[in-house]
């Protein structure tokens, strides 16, 4: 699973199972923002999934809300 960390200047910090990669924002169709789940669309592109990232979202919101009540 590719995840935005963080948005620094012009480029996203995305996490990968091998490490972290800088990826261009011009790169990314979509709306990026830190926590948005990423497909790979070939080499050097990336797309925002809307619906992995609202699912990624709810999960966690779900933990804590059972953390926390």
Do not use: C, Q, W
């Not at 996490?15 to 050097?44: C, F």
Request: no cysteine; hydrophobic share 35%; proline share 3%.
């Amino acid at each position: 699973m590719l995840i935005i960390e963080r948005i620094e200047g012009n480029k996203a910090i995305v996490e990968t199972p091998e490490g972290h990669v800088d990826v261009a924002l011009g790169d990314i169709e979509g709306k990026a923002r830190d926590g948005a789940v990423l497909t790979d669309k070939g080499p050097g592109k990336y797309a925002v999934d809307e619906a992995g990232t609202k699912e990624r979202s709810d999960k966690a919101a779900s933990r804590t809300k059972s953390l926390f009540g």
